[in-house]
């Protein structure tokens, strides 16, 4: 029994260890974009923290006040996502965002520049098959047209539509960085830090 645990607890160890290096590989491309101007690189942002889940019964798209917006946290956490980004000193392409308020708040927080509204980015949280989605196939080609341009191109979105382009689930603030290689084929390049360390 003592044996059993023993095993159970140095797997669990192992898991933690091998968790903990796969995330800090997925950081390291963010040292090596440091000051410059990169090119080809896309990265899809999840809005910040808007409590609650999916859109209310009455959601409008043209008045926030029936939307999930921000809260406080939600804000602050724009604002430090674009100062950590500020930090990293990359030339940014452009910033675009989903036309719901959450997205378009956080775009405008992060204070990179002015920001372009692209429905493409819109939620599909009511969508049957997201990854196969017009606006999916749309976005994968943004990307893919993006490869030659200079400039972090910066696309704020949602859940599903960043999971459904890169099979990667995100954290609210959080978001995973993308770049074509020279066959066309979308490649996940590295994360963004979680919100509690980017200060660093």
Same mark, same amino acid.
């Given at each position: ?18 968790? %903990? ?59 430090? !996502? ?11 392409? /452009? ?6 308020? =959450?997205?378009?708040?956080?775009? =405008? ?5 002015? !920001? ?9 949280? %009511? ?13 994968? %080609? %943004? ?26 689930? !995100?954290?609210? /603030? ?6 074509a290689d020279s066959k066309g084929v979308l490649k996940v390049v590295g994360l963004t830090p979680k919100l509690g360390?980017?200060?660093?």
């Open positions: 029994m003592k044996f059993r645990l023993f095993l159970s607890l140095i797997f669990g160890l192992l898991i933690s260890l091998i968790t %903990q290096s796969t995330y800090a590989n997925e950081l390291l491309i963010w040292d090596k974009l440091q000051g410059s101007a990169p090119k080809g690189y896309v990265l899809l942002l999840r809005h910040t923290l808007a409590p609650g889940s999916g859109d209310p019964a009455n959601f409008k798209l043209n008045d926030c006040s029936t939307q999930r917006n921000l809260s406080e946290v939600g804000k602050k956490d724009a604002k430090e !996502v674009g100062e950590w980004i500020k930090r990293r000193e990359i030339k940014i392409f /452009g910033v675009e965002s989903s036309r719901w308020c =959450r997205a378009k708040d956080t775009a =405008r927080l992060l204070n990179l520049g002015k !920001v372009k509204l692209n429905k493409n980015l819109d939620s599909l949280f %009511q969508e049957s098959d997201a990854v196969n989605h017009p606006s999916t196939l749309k976005v994968r %080609q %943004q990307i893919l047209n993006h490869r030659n341009k200079v400039g972090l191109l910066i696309l704020v979105g949602h859940f599903v539509n960043i999971g459904a382009v890169t099979g990667v689930g !995100v954290e609210s /603030g959080e978001g995973v960085l993308v770049r360390i980017l200060s660093k």
